[in-house]
């Protein structure tokens, strides 16, 4: 794992010129879109766990669709800026800026699928009455996965769309 969050550090530290050239080829405002998309999950999956607290599945299972909306988005957003790369000839063997970057992009990519299948599942739980305000550790444990892949995203966005 630390070895995973040195890499883009690393290959900055020995490759300036191509990390000072790579973020201007990415499509910042995809990058942009994305970044709202992942804070606003993050709200909503805040604002569902507040709903279970107080003991309102049906509100928690709003939030968690509005959530699950936003994954979904990120998803499709990725998915068309990888597409729109691939048309470009940027791929992860264009050079170690783009390397770096499809390692860590496709990496949360994983992450934010697996966490919307999580999304799908405490979803099914939550409607079916497996939470409530004294007990609800896994929709917390959710949560906690969820704002960790939001927070990643924040240290790779600027790395790689912003940071030149």
Not at 24 to 35: E, F, H, I, P
Not at 136 to 156: M, P, V
Request: net charge neutral.
């Amino acid at each position: 794992m630390a070895l995973a969050t040195a890499l883009p550090f690393l290959a900055r530290a020995h490759h300036p010129e191509a990390f000072h050239e790579g973020p201007r080829r990415l499509a910042t405002s995809a990058g942009v879109v994305n970044t709202v998309l992942m804070l606003t999950s993050s709200y909503f999956v805040a604002r569902s766990m507040s709903a279970i607290r107080r003991n309102r599945q049906r509100q928690t299972l709003y939030w968690l669709a509005g959530a699950l909306l936003c994954g979904i988005g990120y998803l499709v957003v990725k998915s068309i800026e990888f597409a729109w790369y691939s048309e470009l000839g940027i791929n992860g063997s264009t050079g170690i800026f783009f390397t770096t970057y499809y390692y860590l992009a496709f990496n949360h990519l994983v992450h934010v699928g697996w966490g919307s299948l999580g999304i799908l599942w405490v979803m099914v739980r939550t409607w079916a009455g497996a939470y409530s305000p004294e007990d609800h550790e896994g929709l917390e444990a959710f949560a906690c996965y969820w704002h960790t892949i939001d927070l990643a995203w924040l240290i790779i966005f600027p790395i790689a769309y912003v940071w030149h």
